[in-house]
């Protein structure tokens, strides 16, 4: 029978399965989504919310227990200040997995394990937009390479105003001040 088993051991040592949630809850506070298995993000998302109840008060005692698994300060920070102070109102549920399909190779579920922002929406991402045709692709990529270098020639002709130099600057002198900042 399988009564009372309280998690899932996810075939590995107790050491490993530890430090396995450790990091991932770290790397779930750190980018605020992560793209891993069913089983592990079912088992990242317990801690993780435990954490977040926590952080929710933020006490000496509080930052020390969740100090022990979550390592690094500057995301210990963060989830005081940042992701906890954004909950306070919402009594669980901080958590949210969107399955994106099965991986190659061995067929795991895959999933994407996110925290839930102030106004139930996902965190956004910027993503680069992409053009359609062969030709405006190549016109999008010309047209940025032309605004890049207009943007370093005008940064090396101000820089270099800016450093005392004269304003009879050769070429050569504004070419090295280029290649330098690149």
Excluded: C, W
């Amino acid at each position: 029978m399988k009564h009372r088993i309280g998690y899932n051991k996810l075939g590995r040592t107790a050491s490993h399965r530890k430090a396995l949630v450790k990091n991932m809850v770290t790397q779930l506070y750190r980018h605020e989504r992560i793209r891993t298995t069913r089983t592990k993000a079912l088992e990242v998302r317990r801690r993780a919310e435990k954490f977040i109840t926590r952080a929710k008060e933020d006490t000496l005692h509080n930052r020390r227990i969740v100090a022990k698994s979550v390592q690094d300060k500057a995301v210990l920070a963060k989830l005081f200040t940042e992701i906890a102070p954004g909950f306070v109102d919402r009594p669980g549920g901080y958590t949210r997995i969107l399955k994106l399909g099965y991986r190659r190779g061995d067929a795991a579920e895959m999933v994407l394990l996110e925290l839930v922002t102030k106004d139930g929406e996902a965190p956004t991402r910027k993503k680069p937009v992409k053009a359609k045709g062969k030709k405006e692709s190549a016109k999008a990529a010309t047209d940025t390479i032309l605004e890049e270098s207009a943007d370093v020639t005008v940064e090396s002709a101000d820089s270099g105003r800016e450093n005392g130099a004269a304003a009879g600057a050769t070429e050569t002198d504004a070419d090295a001040d280029t290649d330098v900042q690149r």
